[in-house]
């Protein structure tokens, strides 16, 4: 079965905001490789619109090896849009979900293949509430922006997670690996 992953980057104060992180070569490499073990990823429609910015690099790289080749994984891989307003994807490598989140998760586990990426934050929120995440990858950024979204919004029953195991960045970003307890 295949595995769950969410993925995303957040304050120190707990917000998520791609835009507040310090993405330095090494974070873009790490997540590169992230893209390149897994074979499909998750995105509601304001992170999906936001990662469009990608597909300008591919385009007119910048010249920077890490950003270009981040640009590159992230087009490459297959992406799945959940939109209330969204008629279709101008990005060859997404298209719309047909299914709701649920049962569109149920489908993908039983597939073959690599790991299933979770990239916004609204989708965690759902798959959290539903138990179908297998691990939580939490890139901590030395950063605080005092206001945002809070990725633990609306949780109402306690959570325990298990620390796997943590990855130092030199930007003093902190990737926490959990798995629920």
């Known amino acids: 079965m295949r595995k769950i992953i969410a993925a995303i980057n957040m304050t120190l104060d707990g917000f998520c905001d791609h835009t507040a992180g310090i993405p330095d070569e090494e974070i873009h490499e790490h997540y ?21 910015y990608w597909k300008t690099i591919i385009i007119n790289p910048t010249g920077k090896k890490s950003m270009d080749d981040f640009a590159l994984a992230i087009d490459k891989i297959p992406k799945i849009v959940f939109s209330h307003t969204l008629k279709n994807t101008e990005w060859e490598s997404a298209k719309l979900a047909n299914q709701p989140i649920e049962e569109m998760i149920q489908e ?52 325990i997670f298990k620390l796997l195991k943590t990855k130092v960045f030199t930007s003093g970003a902190i990737l926490l690996y959990y798995n629920r307890s």
């Open 108 to 159: 993908l586990k039983q597939q073959s293949g690599a790991a299933i990426l979770v990239g916004s934050r609204s989708l965690i929120i759902q798959l959290m509430k539903l138990n179908l995440i297998d691990e939580y990858q939490f890139c901590v950024h030395p950063v605080v922006i005092g206001s945002g979204l809070p990725l633990f919004e609306n949780i109402n029953d306690r959570l």
């Open 32 to 52: 590169k490789e992230l893209l390149h073990n897994s074979d499909t990823i998750l995105y509601g429609r304001i992170t999906y619109q936001l990662m469009e």
